[in-house]
């Protein structure tokens, strides 16, 4: 009875009128260039850590969480020198211009230019166009693109295309449709990559969303452990609130929430057809440099499998870890939490960097009698402008993940869609480790770096080892130089060298070059 109380309160809370007047607004693409430009910004204290969650969020939170920054930017003039606050000042006004409308919404004065004001109803039909050619020298018939949708190139040339149309009505109703093509030498694929509805009425703090969509959960940069973009976008039900809330009462004290809920239908090709999904997550902000979180992962149903009722997703069951286990159990369950501690100024007695971000994330996996087993874990650091120089930044990571991870011996597909893992990329009995360094030069012209080693088939007898190389050079509006407007060019080169291909003592080398070109309107 206490489990279900808190569980209304909790909704209550969510359900409470905030103090703004919010509208819905289509998703932020996961790979969107704001992300990385906001959590920087928090790692320096110019923005609101707690806005830093599960992705991805709409345009109009994204706006919100720039108009943090701006207040917070208007006294940084004190804490650092002239390059840095002319490097912060234009990634400020780079993420004003890109949401300059949702800006003008919300009643930021700064973002308001000879446009006007805020429309009330709008319509685009190709927002944006981006087409991506792709070159592979394949020692296998394909391989997967990491975190790329579930895009699995094949040797040669492949075309990966998406646009992009959206539309809102008023201030409670919005659309977004991406339809996308991807063709190879072999065969060529039509279908909806994203595709959702969100409504929300302006006085609650409340998003329902329907659709096709990708999320990413935890802190993360080369993987997570229960949602990434890795697989193809999943058909879901999606509930959250649209800005930190907080408890009632004197509770309000202990910090700020931001939850999100989703239910999702499996394909039907696998072991179990049509198995179902639900999850939550709630991240926790107690103080303005640390944050806790933690998400669930529910498998249920599916052809033959006894479906569970309403009272199963209130009870300790689908919360936590099914109470049976073993070969009686209907379900799998896999949990995460993470804890991220975010440095300030640290450059004042160690300069290495002006801000860093150190986390860490354990996952666990359901047992008899309702005790978790630890099966997984990342740790890593992100750190901003290293040795002090604006715009130069260095991540960092390991993942470690046990045999069972991701498996189950009733869902014996695993923790997939359309074949490939939805959670981190290396899956179970594996690790990986991870470096980036990101380089932001003028003219909003950005380098990107990635040297990773993973293992697979820890407990074989032949260990597959995969040393990866990835250059990346993006121009945000590159072409304005040539009086071109909005577009976004990025050029990439990644090389595979593995060993011991699926535990085999064959060896694989892969090259892929590609192009990427991003048309606004």
């Given amino acids: 009875m206490v489990r279900r109380i808190s569980i209304l309160i909790l909704c209550t809370t969510i359900l409470i009128p905030p103090l703004i007047w919010a509208n819905p607004s289509v998703d932020v693409p996961l790979r969107h260039w704001s992300y990385d430009a906001i959590e920087k910004l928090a790692i320096v204290g110019l923005c609101d850590i707690a806005d830093i969650g599960a992705r991805p969020v709409s345009r109009i939170k994204m706006a919100y969480i720039i108009k943090s920054a701006i207040e917070k930017a208007r006294d940084y003039n004190i804490d650092f020198d002239w390059q840095a606050q002319e490097y912060y000042e234009t990634l400020l006004y780079d993420l004003i211009e890109e949401f300059r409308e949702e800006l003008i919404t919300i009643g930021v004065e700064v973002a308001v230019n000879h446009d006007g004001g805020p429309k009330k109803y709008r319509f685009k039909i190709a927002d944006p166009i981006r087409i991506e050619k792709l070159y592979t020298k394949l020692d296998i018939d394909q391989a997967l693109f990491e975190n790329k949708d579930g895009w699995k190139p094949k040797d040669g040339f492949n075309i990966r295309a998406r646009i992009t149309s959206w539309a809102k009505a008023a201030n409670f109703f919005a659309v977004s449709l991406t339809p996308g093509i991807r063709y190879s030498r072999e ?115 599916g052809k033959g499998v006894k479906r569970l009722g309403f009272a199963n997703f209130i009870s300790s069951a689908s919360l936590v870890f099914s109470p049976a286990g073993g070969e009686t159990e209907t379900e799998n369950h896999i949990i995460s939490g993470d804890i991220q501690l975010f440095l300030r100024r640290i450059d004042r007695f160690l300069p290495i960097a002006t801000g860093a971000k150190l986390y860490i994330e354990g996952g666990a996996e359901d047992e008899a009698g309702n005790i978790p087993k630890i099966l997984a874990g990342i740790i890593g650091a992100f750190f901003t402008d290293i040795f002090k120089v604006p715009g130069l930044d260095g991540k960092i990571e390991y993942a470690r993940f046990e045999s069972g991870w991701y ?96 535990n085999t003592s064959k060896s694989v080398r892969n090259h892929f070059l590609g192009v990427e070109v991003s048309r606004k309107f």
């Fill in 187 to 301: 065969d060529t694929d039509a279908d909806f990559e994203n595709a959702h509805i969100r409504v929300s009425h302006p006085r609650l703090n409340l998003e329902l969303a329907l659709g096709r969509n990708s999320m990413w959960w935890g802190p993360g940069f080369h993987g997570s452990l229960l949602m990434t973009d890795n697989a193809f976008p999943l058909d879901m039900v999606r509930l959250n609130n649209k800005t930190p809330f907080r408890l009632p009462w004197i509770f309000r004290r202990l910090g700020r929430f931001n939850g999100i809920f989703f239910v999702s239908r499996l394909e039907e090709k696998r072991a179990v057809p049509n198995v179902s999904v639900a999850g939550w997550r709630l991240d926790y902000t107690p103080w303005g440099f640390l944050k806790f979180g933690a998400g669930h992962i529910l498998m249920f149903g």
């Fill in 407 to 502: 498996q189950h011996f009733r869902y014996t597909s695993g923790y997939t869609h359309r074949g490939n893992i939805i959670g981190h990329h290396v899956g179970e009995n594996a690790d990986d480790f991870a470096i980036s360094g990101i380089a932001h030069f003028p003219n909003e012209a950005k380098l990107t770096g990635t040297i990773s080693h993973q293992r697979r088939g820890l407990n074989s007898a032949l260990i597959e080892t995969t040393d990866e190389i990835r250059l990346e050079f993006s121009l945000i509006n590159g072409l304005k130089q040539y009086n071109i407007e909005n577009i976004d060019i990025s050029i990439s080169y990644e090389f595979e060298r593995i060993n011991n291909y699926q």
